[in-house]
T-cell receptor, first 114, second 113 residues
Framework: AQSVTQPDIHITVSEGASLELRCNYSYGATPYLFWYVQSPGQGLQLLLKYFSGDTLVQGIKGFEAEFKRSQSSFNLRKPSVHWSDAAEYFCAVGAGTNDYKLSFGAGTTVTVRA | DAGVIQSPRHEVTEMGQEVTLRCKPISGHDYLFWYRQTMMRGLELLIYFNNNVPIDDSGMPEDRFSAKMPNASFSTLKIQPSEPRDSAVYFC???????????FGDGTRLSIL
């Protein structure tokens, strides 16, 4: 079964600085990869997805992620964070015959300081 | 377009009571998922439906939990009897196809006293 690791539980970043959130997955073939964001009291909103093709994926809110097969990673980046980016971010993977069954990472909480 | 709609947003009830959570998926989505989110266990898939039929309920924690989807626009998750350890945020999500992105509702925050 696939699994996802988000090594960073909490990241603090200054407004205007760049942000990178790490995500590593465990699966033998190419999985389906997603990044979701959750604001307090809200559901999860899809930021971007990777199924195949170009390994650099653009998403909403200025986010992008890069799929690196050799490193089994799908890191999320944003060049300049805004205070509204403070939230919890989840990486998820679906794979194989159970591709509907997303495995979510534990999440990374992002705090943005002025 | 309306997203996934869940009700109620908050539920506080006493142990032993029956709890019913409701979900309206996005119109046209053939897949519906129920998740539970807790600090200790993160996001867990409880059950999913395809075309109103339950396909995989292996994540349902106990027989106290049951889910139904009587039609394409409505699903319920029921807990009877409820226990304090059931306190969590319950999310419903839907997707167009099985490997397409899942769209989440805002969740139901359940507190069992």
């Amino acid at each position: 079964a696939q699994s996802v690791t988000q090594p960073d539980i909490h990241i603090t970043v200054s407004e205007g600085a760049s942000l990178e959130l790490r995500c590593n997955y465990s699966y033998g073939a190419t999985p389906y990869l997603f990044w979701y964001v959750q604001s307090p009291g809200q559901g999860l909103q899809l930021l971007l997805k990777y199924f195949s093709g170009d390994t650099l994926v653009q998403g909403i809110k200025g986010f992008e992620a890069e799929f690196k097969r050799s490193q089994s990673s799908f890191n999320l980046r944003k060049p300049s964070v805004h205070w509204s980016d403070a939230a919890e971010y989840f990486c998820a993977v679906g794979a194989g015959t159970n591709d509907y069954k997303l495995s979510f990472g534990a999440g990374t909480t992002v705090t943005v300081r002025a | 377009d309306a997203g996934v709609i869940q009700s109620p947003r908050h539920e506080v009830t006493e142990m032993g009571q029956e709890v019913t959570l409701r979900c309206k998926p996005i119109s046209g989505h053939d897949y519906l998922f129920w998740y539970r989110q807790t600090m200790m266990r993160g996001l867990e898939l409880l059950i999913y439906f395809n075309n109103n039929v339950p396909i995989d309920d292996s994540g349902m924690p106990e027989d106290r939990f049951s889910a139904k989807m009587p039609n394409a626009s409505f699903s319920t998750l029921k807990i009877q009897p409820s226990e304090p350890r059931d306190s969590a945020v319950y999310f419903c999500a839907s997707s167009l196809e099985r490997n397409q992105p899942q769209h989440f509702g805002d969740g139901t925050r359940l507190s069992i006293l």
